[in-house]
């Protein structure tokens, strides 16, 4: 925030300067609160991972035990639900899509943003009406045509159609218009480098901090996406993590060692986890450049 | 910028590069093509057909014109005489409306008090990663906790009994109340913190000595929301609202996961995208399916449209409106 600070409290009276004490009070409560309610879920399922099976039907307590690696190892070498294999799939199929859905995106951004040509306005208009069209709405026809292209238990219809994000798109275009004067890409051309040199080789390490934060966003995205997947997967060895989650809510869970369970939701998220705890700044002015669209 | 272009090919001496643009929007657009438009005409084309299967075989299917149409606004469920669809649109409605409320109301108050300057709130950072980071959890795993916790054996169970709230049998996923509860509870917690960011963003991005010169004027904190904040926010609120309505109408992962996909109990819980996924998965049946989803297409595009004719038909913001916020 680089606002000029007004120094209203020096004008204050006692009774202002009371009124705002009582307020501050006020917001750190609410604040308190907030955090609390969205910790609390995490905190627990934290501390119940560690706990055994006997434990956790013994009641309730906020202090973590000693059993985190006998379920973990319960957890990693279960038959039913084979979670590493799990991630592994998840992880194939974020990152590509990750990969993908940025350099493409800022390849589109880049031919509208740096060509002129007659078709460059309806381009981008078509891709800014179509930004709010949601994926569920064809779910139907795109689930046929997997059938269709025989793509069933195949990643490609869950990779392939990153390479349009028009969310991805947008944010490059506004980002690359900030930072990407075209008197560069002209002295690209000047040296003698080709169209493509010009893009991977300048304009991409340019766009490094977009790019780095968009592929944290799509890979968070496709991590967590459990609608799509659930539709064309079913085969054991090809499942990704949400659909195991959603396995486990079928099952029958008298059976279950609950310490087991809590391990397998907490390996489910982890992995996000540590991204935003590593990154939390850096992704929480990705939200707030993204929201301030033009 | 349109002239800078114009001077940089005029130099090069008349070589067009417009083949380029074309060439390096061209994957973004076959990819559309063949991922979104297609299943979004074959949707479309399959709402206007009858698929029989014979076993696994899909025979061919048969045109009956607004059948299937016509078919989902008569069948009913258990002795309800509301079609189900509206009974699930229904659904969808409630638990959006019980989790975006709250969410709307506390992430303006939240985005009003981070920026004001007077409060000066210390720990801002702290306070912006936590309320987000829910964001980013899979909702599936979330939900998945939240009934391992609420379910009679969990832990939010136990501390409910002690506290005399509920008695030991009872399943909360069984009431209505409670499973509708759950549902728009992780959607709040889930969404706030994003929706905190970017009002904050839009707030920031107010002319500063407007609030100064309310400030001097006299203007106490009220008039300042009121007069200067929340007009001027409006485009961004407005975004952020129609993007929250479609979210909501596509909500799918935490109903499914918390009912086990049976909307519990009796189908309260079942939304517009859970009754898709049914005609879908387990009966394919690609015609009602696709007509479903057409039906929920027109009804996300009238909603959004009168929630956006909501928030701009007030007076004096007309010039702000155009396209969710021109300023930066």
Not at chain 1, 171 to 196: C, N, T
Not at chain 2, 246 to 269: A, E, R, W
Request: hydrophobic share 50%; net charge positive; glycine share 6%.
């Amino acid at each position: 925030m680089s606002r000029n600070k007004v120094k209203a409290n020096d004008y204050l009276s006692v009774k202002g300067r009371t009124m705002l004490l009582i307020s501050r009070i006020f917001v750190y409560t609410i604040l308190a609160a907030l955090t609390f309610l969205c910790l609390f879920f995490f905190y627990l399922l934290f501390v119940n991972s560690t706990r055994s099976h006997g434990e956790l039907f013994g009641g309730f307590t906020l202090m973590p035990s000693t059993h985190a690696l006998e379920n973990l190892k319960n957890a990693w070498t279960d038959d039913s639900t084979n979670i590493p294999r799990g991630m592994l799939n998840s992880f194939v199929i974020a990152f590509s899509s990750a990969l993908l859905t940025t350099y493409f995106s800022a390849l589109t951004a880049f031919g509208i943003h740096c060509y002129d040509f007659k078709l460059k306005k309806a381009a981008f208009t078509f891709i800014l009406v179509v930004m709010m069209i949601p994926s569920q709405i064809s779910a139907v026809g795109f689930v046929k045509l997997c059938n269709t292209l025989n793509l069933t238990n195949n990643y490609l219809p869950l990779i392939l159609p990153s390479i349009a994000a028009p969310v991805v798109f947008f944010f490059m275009k506004q980002y690359m218009e900030s930072i990407l004067p075209l008197e560069i890409v002209e002295a690209a051309r000047v040296d003698g480098a080709s169209e493509f040199y010009t893009f991977n080789r300048i304009v991409i390490p340019i766009m490094g901090p977009a790019i780095a934060v968009q592929m944290i966003f799509s890979f968070v995205a496709s991590w967590n996406n459990f609608f799509i997947p659930g539709m064309i997967i079913d085969k054991p060895n090809l499942k990704t993590v949400p659909i195991m989650i959603s396995d486990l809510r079928s099952a029958d869970y008298a059976k279950f060692d609950m310490g087991q369970l809590y391990m397998l939701i907490l390996l489910s998220i982890l992995p996000v986890i540590v991204v935003y705890l590593l990154l939390s700044k850096f992704i929480i002015r990705g939200v707030s450049e993204g929201s301030v669209k033009g | 910028m349109q002239n800078k272009e114009k001077k940089v090919k005029k130099k090069k001496g008349g070589i067009s590069y417009a083949k380029w643009g074309y060439i390096f929007i061209l994957p973004f657009f076959i990819t559309y093509f063949i991922w979104s438009f297609l299943p979004q005409v074959l949707t479309f084309v399959y709402s206007f057909f009858k698929v029989y299967t014979e076993g696994l075989n899909e025979v061919a299917p048969e045109f009956i014109g607004f059948g299937n149409y016509a078919d989902l606004f008569t069948k009913t469920i258990g002795d309800s005489k509301t079609p189900t669809i509206l009974l699930y649109a229904g659904n969808t409605m409630i638990m959006w409306i019980l989790g975006a409320v709250p969410q709307f109301l506390i992430a303006l108050l939240l985005a009003v008090w981070f920026t004001n300057l007077r409060l000066n709130i210390k720990g801002q950072g702290f306070f912006k990663t936590v309320i987000y980071m829910p964001n980013l959890i899979m909702a599936s795993a979330f939900s998945m906790l939240i009934w391992t916790v609420f379910n009679p054996t969990g832990p939010v169970h136990m501390i409910l009994e002690n506290a005399n709230l509920v008695s030991k049998e009872y399943d909360l996923f069984f009431s209505v109340t409670w499973a509708r509860g759950l549902v728009a509870g992780i959607n709040f917690l889930m969404w706030f913190g994003n929706t905190t960011i970017v009002l904050m963003a839009g707030i920031m991005g107010i002319d500063n000595s407007l609030f100064e010169a309310a400030l001097i004027d006299g203007a106490n904190s009220r008039k300042v929301f009121f007069k200067i904040t929340l007009p001027l926010l409006m485009p961004i609120l407005t975004y952020a609202v129609i993007t929250s309505l479609i979210g909501g109408i596509n909500m799918y992962d935490v109903p499914y996961i918390l009912s086990k996909g049976n909307g519990t109990p009796n189908n309260t819980t079942t939304t517009l995208i859970m009754f898709i996924q049914r005609l879908l998965g387990p009966s394919k049946d690609y015609g009602s399916a696709g007509a479903a989803s057409v039906l929920v297409f027109i009804f996300s595009a009238i909603l959004s449209l009168i929630v956006f004719k909501f928030f701009i038909s007030k007076d004096g913001m007309k010039d702000h409106t155009k396209k969710g916020g021109k300023r930066k």
